[in-house]
């Protein structure tokens, strides 16, 4: 089992940034796929980043494209998501999640993840 806990989210103005960060726990190997979602007010939880076990390939949702930067440092168990000129729609809470099955590739759907942060709440003001 895989123990998530997200930090630094907060209220920024447009075209401000933000660095989440995530430190996982409970697991002896660190060889996981990462990723964030986000869940704005009234919608549906959606996929931000995620990255592959040896930080190859990240992939990330068209809306952050430029914008966003998944990263990662296994030797202290840490995801990070560096957010810049954010913008309003970017308003949501964010959760980190953990991949178990598939260290090698970066899903985009909620259900192919296992494990969960409490989610960090980002709020952007226009």
């Known amino acids: 089992q895989v123990q998530l806990e997200e930090s630094g989210g907060g209220l920024v103005q447009a075209g401000g940034s933000l660095r989440l960060s995530c430190a996982a726990s409970?697991?002896?190997?660190?060889?996981?796929?990462m990723g964030w979602f986000r869940q704005p007010p009234g919608k549906e939880r959606e996929f931000v980043a995620a990255i592959s076990w040896r930080g190859g390939n990240p992939n990330y949702a068209d809306s952050v494209k430029g914008r966003f930067t998944i990263s990662r440092d296994n030797a202290k168990n840490m995801v990070y998501l560096q957010m810049n000129n954010l913008k309003p729609d970017d308003t949501a809470v964010y959760f980190c999640?953990?991949?178990?099955?598939?260290?090698?590739?970066?899903?985009?759907?909620?259900?192919?993840?296992?494990?969960w942060g409490q989610g960090t709440q980002v709020t952007v003001s226009s």
């Open positions: 999640a953990t991949d178990l099955k598939r260290p090698w590739f970066t899903a985009s759907t909620p259900t192919d993840y296992d494990y």
């Open positions: 409970g697991r002896s190997f660190n060889s996981y796929t």
